[in-house]
């Protein structure tokens, strides 16, 4: 009988040493095809995402191509800045000109602390300008002995890796009747160079006035 139940005890801890044998493997099998399913599908999300990322791309270029084509691109952003430099600018040392790279960086810096701002417009008032600019309307005001009022724009643009923010800076000015048949060729949407002296309006940097406006032509030296 002891030999019958020694057999016995050595089958059933073979079947348990088999059993376990046999879960080790299916568990290390189930680990290795999770691992393979992940990766598959991590490789499938990265092939995903490059495929978007190239469409966006084509799609731009495709964009920027129709407009060119159509004669739109002349009437893009007059400034263009990466946001990486937009906090180098100064609030305080402007230079001798304020340049528009200069005005936009400051007006579109999001960390511009209140103080900061007001001394960039104590500084930036009345300094010499000479910027391009959008023509948005030229109107004569009968009421004011002819005077002629003209509405420009500076559109710019903050770029962001492949990601932009675009706005846009408002711009009132006034001419002397006699500036009418210089001023009378103007179309909306054209670009144009303005010289003159910079106010700010209301201590509000996206809304400004140009004082003693002179509209540059293209043969004209920039200063």
Request: with cysteine; hydrophobic share 40%.
């Amino acid at each position: 009988k002891k030999e019958v139940m020694n057999d016995s005890n050595s089958s059933n801890r073979g079947c348990l040493t088999a059993a376990l044998i046999v879960a080790a493997l299916l568990a290390i099998g189930g680990i290795v095809i999770a691992a393979s399913l992940f990766w598959f599908k991590a490789k499938a999300m990265d092939a995903e995402k490059h495929h978007y990322e190239e469409a966006q791309k084509a799609h731009a270029a495709h964009e920027m191509a129709m407009r060119s084509a159509s004669g739109e691109a002349s009437h893009g952003p007059a400034v263009v800045l990466d946001r990486s430099t937009v906090e180098k600018y100064s609030a305080t040392e402007l230079g001798e000109m304020l340049d528009a790279k200069h005005y936009v960086a400051i007006t579109s810096a999001s960390n511009l602390t209140n103080l900061a701002e007001q001394r960039f417009i104590e500084a930036a008032d009345g300094m010499p300008i000479e910027w391009q600019v959008q023509v948005e309307d030229i109107r004569a005001d009968p009421a004011n002995e002819g005077q002629i009022t003209g509405q420009f724009s500076m559109p710019y643009e903050i770029r962001e890796g492949h990601s932009s923010f675009g706005s846009s800076i408002s711009i009132t000015t006034t001419f002397s009747p006699e500036k009418a048949d210089e001023l009378i060729s103007l179309r909306s949407g054209e670009s144009v160079r303005i010289r003159g002296r910079l106010k700010i309006l209301k201590n509000r940097t996206n809304s400004i006035k140009i004082i003693e406006p002179e509209i540059l032509r293209e043969d004209e030296p920039k200063q």
